[in-house]
C-alpha cells in the first residue's frame, strides 16, 4: 500500500518562510503534487515534482528527493491568505492520486 | 471558461436512502475522479473514468457506491442504502488525461450528510 506523513499543523509570521515536510512510502512511484485548500473550498493545484530537484513557482518552491522518498513545500514572504491546508500526494501509475492527511497551516501577524 | 461544477452543494438524507451526485468536469477534459474527504482527512480516491469507462474503480468502499459516465461528460455517483458513515465531502475532478504531471481540477465539492 501506499503512505504519505506530513505534519498536522504548522504556524508561522507573516512575511516569514515555511516548509512543510512529506515523506512517503509507496510503490510505483512516478512524482509528488502539492495542493491548497481553504477552508470549505476545493482543493487547487500548486505543484508537481517528476524528477529530484527543485521546482519554483513565484512565493512557492517544492523539491524531491526519489532517494529519500521525501518532499517538502516553501512558502516564502508568507502572507495571511495563504493560510489553508497544504496536501502532498503521489503518483503511483497504478491508482490516481494518493493524498497525505494535510498540513494546516496559520500565518499570524 | 467555467471550471468543475458538482450538484448539489449539500444534501441532506435518512439512513437507508439512495442519492445521486452529479459532476460537471471542465469541457474536453478525458480524465474524470471522484475522491470523498472526511473531516481533518486528505480526499481519498474512490473512481477512475478515461472517457466513459471506469478505468480504475478501485477505491469504491463496497457496493453500495457506483459511478456512471455515459457520454464522457457528466458523472454520476450513486450510492444505495447511505449509512452514517457515508457522510463527507464528495470530490470530483478532471483533468486532460491521466498520466504524469496533469494538473487536476477540482469541484467545490457535495457535502453529503447521513441522518
Known amino acids: 500500500g501506499q503512505s504519505l506523513e506530513q505534519p498536522s499543523e504548522v504556524t508561522a509570521v507573516e512575511g516569514a518562510i515555511v516548509q512543510i515536510n512529506c515523506t512517503y512510502q509507496?510503490?510505483?512511484?512516478?512524482?509528488l503534487s502539492w495542493y491548497q485548500q481553504h477552508d470549505g473550498g476545493a482543493p487547487t493545484f500548486l505543484s508537481y515534482?517528476?524528477?529530484?530537484g527543485l521546482e519554483e513557482t513565484g512565493r512557492f518552491s517544492s523539491f524531491l528527493s526519489r532517494s529519500d522518498s521525501y518532499g517538502y513545500l516553501l512558502l516564502q514572504e508568507l502572507q495571511m491568505k495563504d493560510s489553508a491546508s497544504y496536501f502532498c500526494a503521489v503518483h503511483t501509475g497504478n491508482t490516481p492520486l494518493v493524498f497525505g492527511k494535510g498540513t494546516r497551516l496559520s500565518v499570524i501577524a | 471558461g467555467a471550471g468543475v461544477s458538482q450538484t448539489p452543494s449539500n444534501k441532506v438524507t435518512e439512513k437507508g436512502k439512495y442519492v445521486e451526485l452529479r459532476c460537471d468536469p471542465i469541457s474536453g477534459h478525458t480524465a474524470l475522479y471522484w475522491y470523498r474527504q472526511s473531516l481533518g482527512q486528505g480526499p481519498e480516491f474512490l473512481i477512475y473514468f478515461q472517457g466513459t469507462g471506469a478505468a480504475d474503480d478501485s477505491g469504491l468502499p463496497n457496493d453500495r457506491f457506483f459511478a456512471v459516465r455515459p457520454e464522457g461528460s457528466v458523472s454520476t455517483l450513486k450510492i444505495q442504502r447511505t449509512e452514517r458513515g457515508d457522510s463527507a465531502v464528495y470530490l470530483c475532478?478532471?483533468?486532460?488525461?491521466?498520466?504524469?504531471?496533469?494538473?487536476?481540477?477540482f469541484g467545490p465539492g457535495t457535502r453529503l450528510t447521513v441522518l
Open positions: 475532478a478532471s483533468s486532460l488525461k491521466r498520466t504524469g504531471d496533469n494538473e487536476q481540477f
Open positions: 515534482n517528476g524528477l529530484d
Open positions: 509507496t510503490s510505483g512511484f512516478y512524482g
